[in-house]
């Protein structure tokens, strides 16, 4: 996948997942995040958590000082992290289950995971599925990287759900036919704002945000209006209600001497 992305398509689908990415990550705030898989897509340049990582499995291209590691055996302990991002580690990996309830375990109670796949249900997808029959009649060349399986966008959300996360949002994007050219990707970006209207689950692309629920946890927050309203309360001064008693007895006296 990482040689598909620097082709047309490739560079037209890192282009929308980067800004989706950017978006989603933005204000989500912790201490802990972690991205697995393709440096190519940067998904936590615009997060401002003090600790981010990147980890790559080990026959991944590594990127700096990328962190090597199996994505369904991370090196962190229990809801230890606040937030992961997956661009398309789920659909690369040799064991997609085993590396979501990593995934699951690593995160704190109402941390987020950011998740995007390619969508089998596209005409890209479709296209890839046209490749794969040419190729057993001895024809034709994928289009789509040949690494991996693709996980549609319901099944996605089911396995979600089973592992008790309650997803926030989702969407999808790029509905212009799936060609090579980059000037007839350029050419044909008009079907985005199309497909977005009148056929918006047929992206070739599907992005989802998701949080970890934990039952039966209650989190509390500071009630900050109410503590305003103590803080603003009239007080007696105490002062004030001394003299007044004071006040009070002395006359009693004076009544009594005369």
Not at 29 to 45: K, T
Not at 106 to 116: I, Q, S, T, Y
Not at 232 to 250: D, E, L, N, Q
Request: contains cysteine; charged residues 25%.
């Amino acid at each position: 996948m990482h040689e598909w992305f620097q082709t047309p398509p490739g560079r037209c689908l890192l282009e929308w997942e980067q800004s989706r990415f950017d978006q989603a990550v933005a204000d989500v705030f912790g201490y802990h995040a972690l991205q697995l898989g393709l440096p190519e897509i940067e998904g936590l340049r615009t997060n401002r958590m003090p600790h981010r990582w990147l980890a790559v499995d080990d026959t991944a291209c590594t990127a700096g000082s990328a962190l090597v590691t199996d994505f369904t055996a991370l090196p962190f302990p229990a809801n230890s992290l606040d937030l992961v991002v997956l661009p398309h580690a789920l659909e690369l990996s040799h064991d997609p289950h085993a590396t979501l309830r990593e995934v699951e375990r690593v995160l704190v109670p109402e941390g987020r995971v950011v998740v995007c796949g390619l969508n089998p249900a596209s005409l890209w997808g479709m296209r890839q599925w046209r490749a794969r029959l040419y190729q057993r009649l001895g024809f034709g060349e994928l289009f789509l990287p040949d690494s991996g399986d693709f996980i549609g966008y319901r099944r996605m959300r089911d396995w979600l759900r089973l592992l008790s996360f309650e997803v926030e949002s989702g969407d999808f994007g790029i509905y212009r036919p799936a060609v090579r050219s980059e000037a007839w990707l350029e050419r044909l970006r008009w079907f985005d704002g199309l497909g977005e209207r009148w056929w918006p689950i047929f992206g070739a692309v599907y992005f989802l945000v998701a949080v970890k629920r934990v039952r039966g946890m209650r989190l509390l927050y500071a009630d900050w209006r109410r503590a305003a309203q103590r803080a603003s309360a009239p007080v007696p001064i105490a002062g004030r209600v001394h003299r007044g008693h004071h006040h009070h007895r002395t006359r009693q006296r004076q009544g009594r001497g005369s």
